[in-house]
């Protein structure tokens, strides 16, 4: 697997090799989902399994729900009707357990302006139950192109260095299932590349993610799958 | 085991962060507290220096300047968080909500009614205030601002998000605070009378273990339904 992407991620440091603490089945289930926002149903009768290794694109049109379909599977957003089970279990009654295994990016970069890039990234993998020391923080966000300004105030970087402090934590993230909405957004072909390196290594882990992108995206010897919310 | 792994490691780690982003954004901080000092200072110089009206007053001004000030700083205790997206990440912590929602009340106490409760009596001073009131009304604060917090996050969740928020916040918190006041400042006025102030006293006490108990739970719910 190709990990390194030119000079800008030069370390080419693996940082999730490490296999999963459970080499059981896992999966993620939703059944006859159906969602609405108001009075607008959104979709109905939407049902997918997600299994270890697998990748899916929600894909529609803007406003079709494919970020509530991601919200709801995070349990912001309570279905209408039908139900989202983790291992068999229903996510509701997991609660917390649930959360430890997934990882969710959504279109907020979720960093804090006034800390830098170093602190928002431990601050974030610790509340995830990670404790990272400054080196490892440091070289990842070397490897994500961020060297020389990992202590620099987030405020003061672009869009697109923000992205990819936020999409830092995909590379210490020890989650099973990937929930991400629009990774790709803001960021530079060399950054879309290192972002599908890193998916297919999380994959090839036996991981799942599943997310939403209007640019193409390419997992190396990874079926994509589709689900076309109309 | 990681130190985030535990209940109190969360609450340890959410309390380090809010104090880390406030202490970057001291001016936020800095706003309550000489809100408070100018509004309490406004008194004297209103009302005329009679001592006698002053020191009758000076448990009620002090009081419901806290209250204020406390109202200042409480849009910003979910909104940021909210706004950036790190709420969201926040709710998604394998621990429970009410933990974080705890942990940030206490570092918004720390920030907000803490410095009003260390200042006080330096503005107690102004209205002629004995040393005994002075240690009961700094003694009332110490219970009673962790409850104005506490209630204030309860609205603060509810209404997350919503335009014109901060007017309807105190609208909704504001009186769900007067027994508060009223126990606040019935201590003073019990010891400034020669009564024994401590049946006041327990009674701020025991809101406070009420409020420490429901309001976290209580803020974690309203939080849920505000994100949807």
Same mark, same amino acid.
Request: charged letters at 15%; aromatic letters at 6%; a neutral charge.
């Given at each position: 697997?190709?990990? =390194? ?34 009075? =607008? ?15 899916? %694109? ?24 039908? $139900? ?60 994500? $192109? ?14 697109? %260095? ?39 290594? =999380? ?10 992108? =209007?640019?193409?995206? %390419? ?12 | 085991?990681? /130190?985030?792994?535990?209940? &109190? ?22 706003? /309550?507290? +000489? &809100? ?28 419901? *300047? ?18 950036? !997206? /790190? ?56 219970? !009673? ?8 996050? +309860? ?9 014109? !928020? !901060? ?14 006041? +009223? ?27 009420? *409020? ?17």
């Amino acid at each position: 697997m190709a990990l =390194h992407h030119g000079a800008a991620f030069d370390t080419g440091i693996v940082y999730n090799a490490r296999p999963f603490k459970y080499r059981i089945l896992q999966m993620l289930e939703v059944s006859n989902l159906a969602c609405s926002r108001g009075d =607008h149903r959104l979709f109905s009768g939407l049902s997918f399994t997600l299994r270890p290794g697998e990748i899916m %694109q929600v894909q529609g049109e803007n406003g079709s729900g494919k970020t509530t379909l991601l919200r709801t599977l995070c349990g912001f957003v309570s279905a209408d009707e039908g $139900g989202i089970a983790w291992n068999g279990a229903p996510v509701a009654s997991l609660g917390e357990g649930f959360h430890a295994e997934m990882l969710y990016l959504g279109h907020l970069n979720a960093i804090k302006d006034d800390l830098s890039g170093l602190e928002n990234l431990k601050i974030s993998a610790a509340l995830s139950g990670q404790v990272l020391t400054d080196a490892t923080v440091k070289t990842v966000l070397r490897r994500l $192109g961020l060297k020389g300004r990992e202590l620099l105030p987030c405020k003061v970087l672009s869009q697109g %260095q923000r992205r990819r402090v936020a999409l830092a934590r995909l590379l210490v993230s020890e989650a099973r299932l990937w929930v991400l909405d629009e990774p790709l957004a803001a960021l530079d072909v060399r950054a879309v590349g290192l972002i599908q390196d890193l998916i297919a290594e =999380h994959l090839s882990r036996g991981g799942m993610a599943i997310f939403t992108t =209007h640019q193409p995206l %390419q997992v190396d010897g990874m079926e994509v799958r589709t689900l076309a919310l109309s | 085991m990681s /130190t985030t792994s535990s209940l &109190f490691g969360m609450l340890q780690l959410v309390i380090r962060r809010d104090m880390t982003l406030a202490m970057r954004r001291r001016a936020d901080v800095l706003t /309550t507290l +000489i &809100f408070f000092v100018m509004v309490v200072s406004l008194f004297p110089l209103g009302v005329g220096p009679e001592m006698d009206m002053l020191r009758k007053i000076a448990p009620g001004v002090l009081w419901v *300047a806290a209250l204020l000030a406390s109202m200042l700083s409480l849009g910003r205790l979910f909104s940021a968080d909210h706004q950036d !997206g /790190t709420l969201e990440q926040l709710m998604l912590t394998p621990q429970p909500l009410a933990v974080i929602v705890l942990g940030k009340i206490i570092a918004h106490w720390m920030l907000s009614g803490l410095p009003l409760v260390l200042i006080a009596p330096v503005l107690g001073i102004q209205f002629d205030m004995s040393v005994e009131t002075l240690g009961i009304l700094i003694l009332g604060l110490l219970l !009673g601002t962790p409850v104005l917090s506490m209630i204030g996050a +309860i609205g603060a969740a509810l209404t997350l998000g919503l335009r014109g !928020g !901060g007017v309807l916040l105190s609208l909704l918190v504001l009186p769900l605070c007067i027994p508060i006041l +009223i126990f606040g400042t019935g201590a003073v006025d019990a010891v400034a009378t020669g009564l024994n102030p401590a049946s006041h006293l327990s009674l701020l006490g025991a809101l406070l273990v009420l *409020a420490l108990v429901f309001a976290p739970w209580v803020t974690a719910q309203a939080l849920r339904i505000s994100m949807e």
